[in-house]
């Protein structure tokens, strides 16, 4: 379980993220709300390790993980689904998979891809296929069910519905809800769709210039009427 405390960091010597309090509880699916340069992407690389924080800490099943490495991290069950796909477009649908598992076993390697693909089926008609070959929302799926086969506890997903159609975006979506409810995978959705992230998200925080300005359940965020104005196009 995730519960980040104080978390203050940046780059250089800018100042991003204020402050930061986030806490899964019982949470499957938490969603984290915010306009372009809010700084959604920097809570998910402090996460991840792959930005460290000024001050603050990141408790993962209560264990401080912020000043482990990113590969310790990714150990822990943490797994990062960047923003932009980030597939390797000259290997196989396959290669790309096996990637995502590369320090676990082939035997561990082998019944992880029979799973994900079960989740997946668009990605097992393609399976010999190369990755740049497939369209957006396969990439992105891809990326995705990549992450999926080192076994996470906790998936980190960035803006996963980024340039996507809307029934692509669903479609992820339900996947994503899926894996939640079936696979008892905890989930960070990082999203500017905040409609269809909200309908699949247990709570949700709104960060606006890398602060939390408001939490909830999804329900309450909904009706919400700042969320509704800036996040829902006042409907
Ligand atoms: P987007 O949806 O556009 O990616 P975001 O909410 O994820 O937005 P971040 O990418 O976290 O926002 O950016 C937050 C702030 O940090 C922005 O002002 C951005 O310009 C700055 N920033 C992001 N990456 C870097 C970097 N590598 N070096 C310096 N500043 C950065």
Do not use: C
């Not at 196989?92 to 082939?106: K, Q, W």
């Not at 980190?156 to 008892?184: C, W």
């Not at 329900?219 to 969320?227: A, F, G, I, T």
Request: charged residues 25%.
């Amino acid at each position: 379980m995730l519960k980040i405390i104080d978390l203050t960091t940046g780059y250089g010597p800018v100042e991003v993220l204020h402050d930061v309090n986030l806490d899964f509880k019982d949470s499957r699916i938490v969603t984290v709300l915010g306009a372009n340069g809010a700084g959604k992407s920097t809570l998910i690389k402090t996460i991840s390790g792959i930005l460290k924080p000024w001050k603050g800490s990141i408790l993962f099943d209560g264990k401080d993980i912020s000043r482990m490495s990113t590969s310790q991290i990714a150990k822990m069950g943490i797994v990062h689904v960047p923003e932009g796909r980030h597939i390797f477009p000259n290997l196989t649908v396959r290669e790309n998979l096996l990637l995502g598992g590369y320090f676990r076993s082939d035997k561990e390697n082998k019944e992880t891809l029979d799973q994900v693909l079960k989740l997946f089926p668009a990605l097992k008609e393609r399976i010999n296929q190369k990755g740049g070959n497939l369209s957006g929302g396969e990439q992105q799926m891809l990326a995705i069910a990549r992450g999926l086969m080192a076994k996470p506890r906790l998936l980190l997903l960035d803006e996963p519905s980024l340039g996507l159609a809307p029934i692509l975006v669903s479609e992820i979506f339900q996947t994503v809800k899926s894996l939640a409810q079936q696979e008892g995978v905890q989930v960070l959705l990082v999203e500017q769709n905040a409609r269809k992230a909200l309908d699949i998200s247990d709570t949700g925080y709104v960060m606006v210039l890398g602060r939390i300005v408001l939490s909830g359940t999804s329900d309450e965020l909904r009706e919400n009427p700042e969320v509704r104005k800036l996040y829902l196009g006042g409907q």
